[in-house]
């Protein structure tokens, strides 16, 4: 069973006052097949979790260790860690000017696996996946999110993930910018390639609406770069109900 260990992590950000301490010490393991939600309040570090996982150079890794079935992903480089079965659905997906989606998911499948997929095979797989995420069939031709609306991209980010079938999938805030139809098609994409592959998620939201189609089964509260409190689904709920006013008080408040 695939394995991602985070271990008492630290993580700082060059900002224009120097470099800045987001994470405090992080800890949390995630199993093939789990899923587990990260909530918190803007600036707790949850994105900074993200890109510390997939190797952001913006940020420093300046304490503790990340471990995929124990091999130490911080000694990776960026694409290492994707060949290694790392996967990032980014917040605010990049426009890739001249590469179009069949190109980049080609060379990306052919990077991952050591070799290019059949073309017959692989032309199948992308109509099945495009027409089960409402796309039409002539992003496959556009440029790689270029002229995409939000929702669009949000839905091209899943089109990657389940092609690509990583062991372990980081989703940052995939749920922001969707109305209620993309929401669920997006949920749905998501789910097929959990049930699919066994895949292991670790799914960063504020809100528990998309945790009504994707259902955690395990939720982690970030505040102030620390994990400050963690149960099951009923705590998204309980969080629901009463924000995070609990946990914004005196010293935490202040970091």
């Known amino acids: 069973m695939s394995t991602l260990t985070i271990a008492d992590l630290q993580v700082s950000v060059a900002t224009d006052q120097g470099q800045k301490q987001i994470l405090r010490g992080v800890d949390l393991t995630i199993k093939e097949g789990e899923i587990h939600a990260i909530m918190g309040p803007n600036g707790s570090g949850k994105s900074t979790l993200a890109y510390a996982i997939a190797g952001h150079p913006k940020y420093t890794v300046d304490g503790g260790s990340i ?10 480089s960026v694409d290492e860690r994707a060949r290694a079965g790392l996967f990032l659905a980014m917040q605010y997906p990049v426009e890739i000017p001249g590469v179009t989606n069949t190109n980049f998911l080609r060379t990306a499948k052919t990077a991952i696996d050591g070799e290019a997929p059949s073309i017959r095979t692989w032309v199948k797989d992308v109509r099945e996946s495009m027409g089960k995420l409402r796309m039409d069939s002539t992003f496959a031709e556009r440029n790689v999110n270029e002229g995409f609306s939000g929702g669009e991209k949000k839905r091209n980010e899943i089109l990657q993930l389940e092609l690509l079938k990583p062991k372990f999938a980081v989703l ?5 910018g969707l109305d209620v139809d993309a929401l669920k098609i997006v949920s749905e994409g998501v789910n097929r390639a959990h049930q699919a592959t066994g895949l292991g998620i670790l799914l960063i939201t504020h809100y528990t609406r998309i945790l009504r189609y994707i259902s955690p089964d395990f939720v982690h509260v970030f505040v102030a770069g620390r994990v400050a409190e963690e149960g099951g689904a009923e705590l998204a709920e309980r969080l629901e109900e009463e924000g995070y006013d609990r946990f914004l008080t005196g010293e935490t408040a202040a970091v």
Not at 67 to 76: C, I, S
Not at 172 to 176: G, L, R, V
Request: aromatic fraction near 0%; charge should be negative.
């Open 67 to 76: 471990t995929l079935d124990g091999e130490d992903v911080l000694a990776m």
């Open 172 to 176: 940052d805030e995939t749920d922001s």
